[in-house]
């Protein structure tokens, strides 16, 4: 009886929504990277550094937008490197993105303890307010949970549309998906597999450090080194979960979303009497694993993923 209260609660719904965002950023981003045939593990780091440079733009007088124009810059640098030293030098891709990873939070780290070397608590800035849609807000049910969220919530659903017309309506996106599959096609067509390739990178790790600057900008009003919190690792699973598709991954976003919504309220409940709060930590992970295995048996891989492509090799 607790759990339908819990889903048939706007409240609950707008949280899920809200948790979902960062995640929805992150998630498209890693989803082009693959859709090109690169895995981007630095995707962990990335987000920690769009999270910094994000909340700190805003901190020395920028606009909220601008930081987060700052933190997307900050995420295409990083992308800049990964993709430099996996696509054109073919170095392994697992490497490269568990050493950005590793990089990326460091720097973050020391710009932070650089900057701010007498801080003792992370200072705060003003970050975006809930903005209620005219008309949608007042839909019973729908407009709570849906319609009064903070722009870049807004922002991370318009950018999955974005990229599902560009992958799927566009000779851009035919373009990315085909050196993907099979580059040696795609360059026997007169198409840059290393230009598309590195631009899908840096594009991506640029969505993805907009991921990491939700948790600062919008989610909280602060910056703190483990506020990332393995959300770049459920990233890459959430781009399994929706088959390389940038609607069934949002729809993973938003479940996995709505189960750590969902274990915040039943530690509220009569069950959180009686079952320690760990059980309930691990929820979220444990169901989206069942789901991952469900999703994943039927998902089809990019043919070239992790595949480098050298010209004149087939």
């Known amino acids: 009886m607790a759990l339908v209260d819990i889903l048939i609660s706007a409240s609950f719904w707008a949280a899920a929504i809200r948790i979902a965002s960062p995640l929805i950023f992150a998630t498209l981003g890693e989803l082009i990277c693959e859709r090109a045939g690169v895995l981007n593990l630095g995707i962990e780091g990335i987000m920690v550094m769009g999270a910094f440079t994000?909340?700190?733009?805003v901190y020395q007088g920028m606009p909220l937008w601008g930081g987060v124009a700052v933190a997307f810059g900050s995420g295409m640098l990083f992308g800049l490197l990964h993709a430099?030293?996996?696509?054109?030098?073919?170095?392994s891709q697992h490497v490269v993105g568990l050493g950005v990873t590793l990089l990326a939070t460091a720097t973050a780290s020391f710009a932070y303890r650089l900057a701010l070397p007498q801080v003792t608590s992370p200072p705060r800035i003003d970050p975006f307010q809930p903005f209620a849609v005219?008309?949608?807000?007042d839909i019973p049910f729908l407009g709570p949970a849906l319609f009064t969220q903070t722009a870049l919530t807004y922002a991370a659903f318009g950018m999955a549309v974005v990229v599902g017309l560009v992958l799927y309506r566009t000779p851009l996106g035919l373009a990315v998906r085909a050196v993907g599959e099979n580059p040696a096609a795609a360059?026997?067509?007169?198409?840059?597999?290393?230009?598309?390739?590195?631009?899908?990178v840096m594009f991506g790790s640029g969505l993805m450090a907009v991921g990491g600057a939700f948790l600062t900008l919008s989610a909280f009003s602060s910056f703190f080194f483990d506020m990332v919190n393995g959300r770049g690792w459920i990233c890459i699973a959430l781009v399994v979960f929706g088959a390389w598709r940038p609607g069934k991954a949002v729809l993973g976003a938003v479940l996995f979303a709505a189960f750590d919504a969902g274990q915040v309220r039943l530690q509220q409940t009569e069950i959180g009497a009686i079952l320690p709060y760990q059980v309930f930590l691990a929820l979220p992970f444990v169901l989206s694993i069942i789901a991952l295995?469900?999703?994943?048996?039927r998902a089809e891989v990019p043919a070239a993923l992790m595949v480098p492509y050298n010209k004149g090799e087939r």
């Not at 994000?54 to 733009?57: C, D, K, L, S």
């Not at 005219?134 to 807000?137: N, R």
Request: glycine letters at 14%.
């Open 84 to 91: 430099t030293l996996t696509v054109p030098f073919g170095l």
């Open 187 to 200: 360059a026997a067509q007169g198409l840059s597999v290393t230009g598309l390739r590195m631009g899908a």
């Open 54 to 57: 994000g909340w700190f733009a």
């Open 134 to 137: 005219p008309v949608l807000s």
């Open 293 to 297: 295995i469900v999703m994943s048996r």
